[in-house]
């Protein structure tokens, strides 16, 4: 049975039938359709390495956070449906190849969960095709395991998010009050899948304000995922200007920064990766632009807007 038909693939379970043009939460049909591609220097530094990350900025969503940096993409803004062009197979395929081309460490999927089978079928024939990098799956971890065992075959390292334990900030600023059992259960499973420390990293952004959800985080994280995870800690919390839905509004101050360092010391977590305190917004991605990222960040190589 065609998954997109009577729609579950993620853990809104919407019923729809995205092969007949119904749209669910994600705001997709059964396309796959993509925003942006693009040699990255922003991710992990193994993961960047000499020649950046190739990164697949994938249109919808089936989280909808309040301050997504990708919200043109993600949701699209004042009524406007998401930024992206339909690609084929092929053409998934062959904005991968060019990613190579380019020098690309890697092929890294961003926010795909609500088109895993679309991706994965792009992603075969990418391989076919003799794109033979490692694959990224770049994920808010707001997925079903089911839909997890789709990609195995395909995916290579994974980078879920770990937003929140706390079930009322997810329905605050996630819009997915389920968020933290579904996210525990998912990150589990591909923790399962690797059974490899270096193939799993969990992030976490420090949201200004709620640093006991960030405990929380990091105390599941030392129950139970490490040694069998890598932990990926993000000061870069922005709020983003002109939307409309409520969102903490201040930058992470430096003595909330300290108290989280304390805390990965009482923790013991030591395998991983911390930025250092970043604030200000000149740095967020604006993807009407060939380039949505600064130059020193990116080099462009595909955008929606060119055919």
Not at 140 to 166: F, N, Q, R
Request: proline share 6%; hydrophobic share 35%; aromatic share 10%.
């Amino acid at each position: 049975m065609n998954p997109y038909n009577f729609c579950k693939l993620c853990p809104r379970n919407c019923g729809v039938n995205r092969t007949a043009g119904e749209i669910g939460f994600c705001g997709e049909t059964v396309a796959v359709r993509v925003g942006a591609a693009l040699i990255h220097c922003g991710e992990e530094p193994p993961l960047v390495g000499a020649g950046g990350s190739g990164t697949i900025f994938i249109s919808g969503c089936n989280l909808g956070c309040a301050f997504c940096q990708n919200y043109q993409i993600s949701q699209g803004e004042k009524g406007s449906p998401a930024l992206g062009r339909e690609v084929t197979a092929d053409e998934f395929a062959g904005i991968c190849a060019a990613l190579r081309d380019k020098g690309a460490e890697n092929i890294n999927i961003v926010t795909g969960s609500h088109a895993i089978p679309g991706i994965a079928e792009g992603l075969a024939t990418a391989k076919k095709a003799g794109v033979l990098l490692p694959v990224l799956w770049n994920s808010s971890g707001y997925e079903s395991t089911g839909a997890l065992e789709l990609l195995k075959e395909h995916v290579d390292i994974y980078l879920p998010d770990l937003k929140t334990l706390d079930s009322e900030i997810a329905a605050r600023y996630f819009n997915a009050p389920d968020y933290p059992q579904t996210a525990a259960a998912a990150i589990t499973k591909m923790m399962n899948i690797t059974n490899s420390t270096e193939k799993v990293i969990i992030r976490h952004l420090i949201l200004p304000g709620y640093l006991d959800s960030t405990y929380s985080v990091l105390r599941w994280f030392a129950d139970n995922a490490k040694g069998r995870a890598m932990l990926s800690l993000m000061t870069q919390y922005t709020p983003i200007p002109n939307r409309e839905r409520p969102m903490p509004k201040s930058y992470l101050k430096e003595e909330e920064y300290d108290t989280v360092m304390g805390w990965l010391e009482e923790f013991e977590i030591e395998d991983g990766f911390c930025q250092e305190l970043v604030t200000g917004n000149e740095w967020l991605p604006d993807f009407r632009r060939q380039n949505p990222f600064s130059s020193e960040l990116s080099v462009p190589v595909w955008h929606y807007s060119r055919q």
